[in-house]
Antibody, heavy 120, light 107 residues
């Protein structure tokens, strides 16, 4: 059974840093692109970042470029999102989502999400 | 960036009704369009990919179609478990973009 489980969320002050993790199981992790999508309280879905299966290609939303870094450790079946210089508008539930294949932004399985709260 | 305009933003319907939600892309995206269902406090669930292909395990009352840059999600007979918010998403190019969502409520 495919599973992705996020962790690492919490409360942080504006300007602070946080690292999210997403542990995957039930599929050959390194063969699939992975993604982060967030949802601010009461709002819609916003794509944040994607990474290729090998980790050689990364993509970012303009709203996080230069502040967030996506990475992966295929030996640990784990995806990461390093978030620096956090702003109040980064407050959201962050979801990890698996792509249906390599080189694809089509998402199939999602984790349950982890809440990040940035306070001033 | 490709903008996804989803309509309506909300609708009220009764059990048994046929419901249609539309998503329009600001430029051509081929059939690179997915639909998701999200219930309160839960993660989104994939319903349809490639505009009209049903995800495994998703009931056939859900269907998707494409006409140019217009995409439609149809629920043939609304059931209580279908009351949720629905999102479209294009994956033709980065940045990936979502529609604003359609909240389906009970009339």
């Amino acid at each position: 059974e495919v599973q992705v489980v996020e962790s690492g969320g919490g409360s942080v002050q504006r300007g602070g840093s946080l690292r999210l993790s997403c542990t995957a199981s039930g599929f050959t992790f390194g063969s699939y692109d992975m993604n982060w999508v967030r949802q601010a309280p009461g709002k819609g879905l916003e794509w944040v970042s994607s990474i290729s299966g090998s980790g050689s290609s990364t993509y970012y939303a303009d709203s996080v470029k230069g502040r967030f870094t996506i990475s992966r450790d295929n030996s640990k079946n784990t995806l990461y999102l390093q978030m620096n210089s956090l702003r109040a508008e980064d407050t959201a539930v962050y979801y990890c989502a698996k792509s249906v294949t390599y080189n694809s932004g089509c998402l199939d399985y999602w984790g349950q999400g982890t809440l990040v709260t940035v306070s001033s | 960036d490709i903008q996804m305009t989803q309509s309506p933003s909300s609708l009220s319907a009764s059990v048994g009704d046929r419901v249609t939600i539309t998503c329009r892309a600001s430029q051509g995206i081929s059939s690179s369009l997915a639909w998701f269902q999200q219930k309160p406090g839960k993660a989104p669930k994939s319903l349809i990919y490639a505009a009209s292909s049903l995800q495994s395990g998703v009931p056939s009352k859900f269907s998707g179609s494409r006409s140019g840059t217009d995409f439609t999600l149809t629920i043939s007979s609304l059931q209580p478990e279908d009351f949720a918010t629905y999102y479209c998403q294009q994956y033709n190019s980065y940045p990936l973009t979502f529609g604003g969502g359609t909240k389906v409520e009970i009339k």
